[in-house]
């Protein structure tokens, strides 16, 4: 499975909405989103199917830099947090 990466606006606030699995080769994609985004955007998980370390590392970095994660599953979310 890939990952398709949507950008939009949603009441003059980016939004990135991650679709897919985000593993280490999809992490440049998301990065060069994020920075396009202009500030930190809302980041939704809702339609994430899964994440490798380097993905849920790279999730924890745009956290650090202000983004909001939104609409994570309970497992997904646990690895985000637990991922080191």
């Given amino acids: 499975m890939t990952l398709r990466i949507v950008e939009e606006s949603?009441?003059?606030e980016p939004?990135?909405?991650?679709?897919?699995w985000l593993s280490a080769a999809e992490v440049v994609e998301l990065e060069r989103a994020a920075a396009a985004a202009g500030r930190p955007p809302r980041i939704e998980l809702g339609q994430l199917a899964g994440i490798d370390a380097?993905?849920?590392r790279a999730l924890r970095r745009q956290r650090e830099?202000?983004?909001?994660?939104?609409?994570?599953?309970?497992?997904?979310a646990l690895l985000i947090e637990r991922t080191a």
């Fill in 54 to 56: 380097e993905g849920a």
């Fill in 15 to 20: 939004v990135i909405a991650l679709h897919g």
């Fill in 65 to 76: 830099r202000g983004a909001l994660l939104t609409g994570a599953t309970p497992y997904i």
């Fill in 10 to 12: 949603a009441a003059s």
